[in-house]
């Protein structure tokens, strides 16, 4: 497992273009297998979820072909319904192949995702979603069993706003017969990407970017293609590098709209941030970094993928901050490792109380999960001496090349395989 070796102390300086989503282009893949034929997905982040969903359409049948940041993804013929465990487990957004192989096929066996490293991760809104269609469900063995002769339009309502139940019950109730109202859609940006998508295949969705989205259901689609929209939250970690690192960096390919309350509150916490003609630049000179409290929350908020950055930022602020997470509620496993470089923080339930701290001193720190490994590459980043993020195969799920780009911009990290970690 490879380790990243890190020098602390070098500001950030330049300018970087973003990747698109990884939470894109994890649900448009599945899409395609809606129709028979080859659509083709651009701006797709080399990334290893990317490199597993490949695994999972291929594993179906499908043709994939990947270079350049073009996926293309031929679903003329299947030979299997099936996402076994021994993919799912590494990745639980295979879970996302469920809706459309139902939708397509009438059936679909996938292995229900295991929890991850903060807890369990239910997924009772997809298939309350699916049942509401007409879909039977069982479950057998560790798998999910979906039939169906036809899928028919409903009026759907989510207790609770799901990013992964809307994508897969959308993917569904586009082929159903009649009309599907799905109520408390989540609004994330990479649902949004899905219904451009669909709509491009020649779904009928409509009330986009609101959380009531209505479904004409249609006979068929066809393959289309479209771009990956650019990934918000690799965003969201630079720009938080730029300002701890006390730099200054231009960001490009980036959708403002989708950082809104990450940009507010890196204002509110001293950074400055201009953002014109489509271009972000986040800098922070030697004043302090102001302590500003954060809770997560559903798109346009603050991104519960976010919280674990905005803990290492607020870890050096000039006072005491509190984040807390709505949406995972034991999602602090990063928050023993950071107090190892030397910060203060205290987990109370589902808030962690960052009490700041002169500075960090390097060591020896795990990771845990996707944005738990980013959030110690960025203490990393101002830590004194060296710091080294063990197991970065967590990270290497999620980012295309971060410690590339971080070194692009004057940092000093130095990527070592298969250490004995
Ligand atoms: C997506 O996960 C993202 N993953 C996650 O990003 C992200 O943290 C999450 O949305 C929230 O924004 C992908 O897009 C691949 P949810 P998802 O269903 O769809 C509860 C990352 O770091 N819930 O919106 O699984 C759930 O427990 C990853 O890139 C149910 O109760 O998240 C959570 O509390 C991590 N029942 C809340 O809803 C269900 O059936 C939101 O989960 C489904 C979810």
Redesign the pocket.
Known sequence: MDKLIIEGGHPLRGQISISGA???S??LMPAALLANGVSVFRNTPELN?VYTMIKIMKHLGAEVNFSDHVISIDTSVLTSMEAPYELVKK???S??VLGPLLAKYGYAKVSLPGG?AWG?????????GLKKLGAEIELDAGYIIARSRKLVGAKINF?????????NVLMAAVLAKGTTVINNA?M?P?ITNLTHFLNKMGARISGIETPILTIEGVDELKPAEIETIPDR?EAGTLMIAAAMTRGSVTFTNIRDNHLIAVLARLEDAGAKVLNQNGLVMVSLDNSDIIPSDVTTS??PGF???MQAQWIAYMSTAFGTSTITDT???D?FAHVPEINRLGADITVKENSAIVRGVPKLNGAKVMST???ASASLVLAGLIAEGTTEVLRVYHLDR?YEKLEEKLNSLGARIQRVAGSEY
């Open positions: 990884k939470n894109a994890l649900v979820d990745m639980r957004a879970f996302y991850c369990p991760r239910p997924i009772n809104l997809h298939l309350e207790d609770k706003s799901s990013v992964g139940a809307t994508g989540a994330e990479e939250i559903i798109f991104p519960t993928d949406i995972y509620l999602r999960d996707l944005r999620g």
